[in-house]
C-alpha cells in the first residue's frame, strides 16, 4: 500500500524538480537543512502555516537563484557566440579579399597584355 502525499508535499517536491531535476531530493534536503532522507519532513499535513510559508520563500528564493544561474550562463554563451561570429567574420572577409585580390591581379595582367598588344599594332601602323 503506498503512502498518499500531501498537496503541498507534491507541490514542494514539482518545484525542487524545476531547479535540480537530477538531485532534487539532495538540493531540497540541503535547502532546508535536514538530514539525507529528512525531506519527507515536509509530506505531513500537521505543519504550521509559518512553516509553509517558510518553505514556500526558501523555494522561491532558490528558483530565483537557479533563474540568476542560468541567465549569467547565458550572457556567457551570447558572449562567445558573438566573439566566435566575429572570428568567422574576419576569416570569411579574409577568404573573399584574397579571392578578389587574385582576381584584380589577373584583370591587371589581363590589361596590361591588351594595352601591350594595341601598343604593338599602334607601332605596326
Not at 39 to 64: F, G, H, Q, T, W
Not at 113 to 123: F, T
Amino acid at each position: 500500500m503506498s503512502q498518499q502525499h500531501t498537496e503541498f508535499y507534491l507541490w514542494f517536491v514539482a518545484a525542487l524538480r524545476v531547479i535540480d531535476r537530477q538531485r532534487w531530493r539532495r538540493r531540497g534536503e540541503k535547502l532546508l537543512n535536514v538530514d539525507p532522507g529528512d525531506l519527507d519532513l515536509v509530506d505531513n499535513p500537521e505543519l504550521a502555516e509559518s512553516d509553509l510559508c517558510y518553505i514556500e520563500d526558501l523555494v522561491s528564493k532558490a528558483m530565483r537563484d537557479k533563474v540568476a544561474e542560468l541567465r549569467a550562463k547565458a550572457d556567457e554563451i551570447e558572449c562567445a557566440a558573438r566573439v566566435f561570429e566575429g572570428k568567422a567574420a574576419g576569416r570569411r572577409f579574409a577568404v573573399k579579399t584574397a579571392a578578389l585580390t587574385e582576381w584584380n591581379d589577373i584583370v591587371d595582367a589581363f590589361a596590361r597584355e591588351v594595352l601591350a598588344n594595341m601598343n604593338v599594332q599602334q607601332e605596326a601602323a
